[in-house]
């Protein structure tokens, strides 16, 4: 879409300034840092702004991106802050103090960007991406509104994101390393290590590394010898020690008791443990423990164990990868206890969609398999196969909403939804969701569930 077609900088709708946003999405992703670099230096280079903290990693980034928000805030910071994907609209992955910006300062963001990228991108082959706009729209914001601390989420990988534009200056935290993307970033722990650990600068010592898995902790460890970078590990120099109500962190600065976080999920704590720690190399001194113990129990992530009452309960979750879905499976009985779990699924065609069902059969006893209306969902067909291969008791609906009003059918009074597998049909269901089972159009009848398609015993 032409820029001519939706308006200039100045007079750009929300309306429109969505429509150029999913019309980038037809260019898919295009890695290196040649592009961005120029169009932030039309821009007058507004990444330079504050000091960043960047979140690499491949799980429990967003939600580590939020609690660093949240945290440097009680410090007494004007924090902007970039995550993705969005659960409903674009704006939300815009943040100044923790509060989406409004749809017309980003729909002026955006058509500041877009105006750039139409005067400095002057080869028709060398187009802004959907990720560049929007990263790009983001500091745009964060330079008007004056913030002095930035917390951003990379998008995938590290080295050639659109992120990675702070010239090594930020400080990182990876949050953990997994076996993801491996066609972009390489198909072993010591590739990937490499990839994401590349935004930091060699010698670095605003680092943090988060929980780390067997296969992923020596490789990390690996690399970081051989660039001389000095991290702190989370479970090594930064401890953290759960109770039954709270828990505390102990940074190689400073120890941080009676801390809670609002956010579902005992893998939070670590994501939290690994904000403090990075907050903390951000300030270069221990932080205020009151401040931070408020700001943790009030963060929220949305879309990530966000629980719905109802009945059925519905869970929504953004568990979109093999890991995300094992964590998923691991919080979902300390939520429902002994309530008949239906899952509704869809997952992105580049996924591991073997390990995925078969996680998702560890917590469900039936599945409602639909499609996002993603480009990179897959046939839900193709799941469904997987799904019965395996013994899970699975039924198609393609309709994101029908599915979730089949899945409450089938999971009946007393019973739990769980909605996961990809953040694009999180987008989709979760106003729907939101507004609870009652007065739902096309919601169906107690009782009236769908036949249950099982493939036989063999």
């Known amino acids: 879409m032409a820029l001519s077609a939706i308006g200039s900088s100045t007079d750009m709708t929300s309306q429109e300034a969505t429509r150029y946003v999913e019309s980038r999405e037809i260019f898919g992703m295009r890695f290196g840092l040649e592009r961005m670099l120029a169009v932030l230096d039309g821009l007058a280079n507004p990444q330079r702004c504050a000091p960043a903290i960047h979140v690499v990693g491949t799980n429990g980034k967003s939600s580590t991106t939020r609690f660093a928000a949240a945290i440097l805030r009680s410090q007494g910071h004007r924090v902007g802050s970039y995550v993705s994907p969005h659960v409903e609209g674009w704006h939300e992955r815009i943040m100044v103090d923790e509060v989406p910006v409004d749809p017309e300062r980003f729909a002026d963001a955006i058509g500041q960007v877009a105006e750039c990228a ?28 004056q913030v002095d601390a930035m917390v951003v989420e990379a998008g995938l990988g590290g080295r050639f994101d659109a992120t990675n534009v702070f010239g090594g200056k930020a400080t990182v935290a990876l949050t953990g390393i997994g076996l993801e993307h491996t066609a972009i970033l390489g198909d072993t722990e010591r590739a990937i290590a490499a990839e994401k650990l590349a935004v930091a600068r060699d010698g670095s010592t605003r680092l943090v590394v988060g929980a780390l898995s067997a296969a992923a902790s020596e490789p990390v460890r690996a690399v970081c010898a051989e660039r001389g970078l000095d991290p702190w590990f989370v479970g090594e120099d930064v401890i953290v020690t759960r109770r039954d109500d709270d828990f505390s962190v102990q940074t190689p600065s400073a120890r941080y008791e009676r801390l809670r976080i609002g956010a579902r999920g005992g893998f939070q704590v670590d994501n939290a443990a690994t904000a403090v720690a990075a907050v903390e190399r951000h300030a270069g001194e221990p932080l205020d423990a009151d401040a931070l113990r408020d700001a943790l129990a009030a963060a929220r992530v949305p879309g990530r164990l ?16 093999a890991d995300g879905m094992t964590a998923l499976a ?15 699924l869809s997952i992105f065609s580049d996924k591991d969609i073997p390990t995925m069902c078969a996680t998702v059969g560890t917590f469900a006893e039936q599945v409602v398999v639909t499609r996002s209306a993603s480009a990179r969902a897959t046939d839900p067909a193709e799941i469904a196969t997987v799904l019965g291969a395996i013994g899970i008791r699975v039924v198609v609906e393609p309709s994101p909403g029908r599915a979730l009003a089949m899945a409450g059918a089938m999971a009946g009074a007393g019973g739990a939804v769980v909605v996961c597998g990809s953040l694009a049909l999180l987008a989709e269901i979760r106003n729907i969701a939101l507004q609870g089972w009652s007065d739902r159009p096309g919601m169906l009848a107690r009782g009236n569930a769908p036949e249950i398609v099982k493939k036989p015993e063999r």
Request: net charge negative; glycine share 4%.
């Open 118 to 145: 139409t005067r400095i991108l002057t080869d028709p082959n060398d187009v802004f991406t959907q990720f560049e706009v929007l990263t790009a729209a983001a500091f745009v914001v964060f330079a008007d509104a």
């Open 306 to 321: 966000e629980v719905v009452e109802a009945d059925p309960v519905i869970i929504l979750d953004g568990a979109h990868n």
């Open 330 to 344: 691991a919080a979902v009985a300390q939520i429902v206890g002994e309530r008949p779990v239906v899952a509704v």
